[in-house]
Nanobody, 112 residues
Framework: QVQLVESGGGLVQPGGSLRLSCVAS????????MTWYRQAPGKERELVAD????????NYADSVKGRFTISRDNAENTVSLQMNSLKVEDTAVYFC?????WGQGTQVTVSS
């Protein structure tokens, strides 16, 4: 049974940091590009960052470049998203994705 379980979301003030984690099971994690998406209320789901399976090549949305860092640990079947200098507009549900699999999402709220 494939599972992607996100954690680490919460409420943070503007300028703060959060670290999201996604633990995968039920498939060969090391063979998949891993992606974080987010969806804000009333908006379409958008790609935030991804990391390749082979050489850890990363890709970021322009809106998060320089603030967010994606990383993976194939030994722990985990992909993480370090989010720094958070802005109100980063508020969204963040989802972990691999192939055709999706996690349930974790809420990130940036508010003073």
């Amino acid at each position: 049974q494939v599972q992607l379980v996100e954690s680490g979301g919460g409420l943070v003030q503007p300028g703060g940091s959060l670290r999201l984690s996604c633990v995968a099971s039920g498939f060969t994690f090391s063979r998949y590009r891993m992606t974080w998406y987010r969806q804000a209320p009333g908006k379409e789901r958008e790609l935030v960052a991804d990391i390749s399976a082979v050489d850890d090549n990363t890709n970021y949305a322009d809106s998060v470049k320089g603030r967010f860092t994606i990383s993976r640990d194939n030994a722990e079947n985990t992909v993480s998203l370090q989010m720094n200098s958070l802005k109100v507009e980063d508020t969204a549900v963040y989802f972990c994705h691999a192939g055709q699999y999706w996690g349930q999402g974790t809420q990130v709220t940036v508010s003073s």
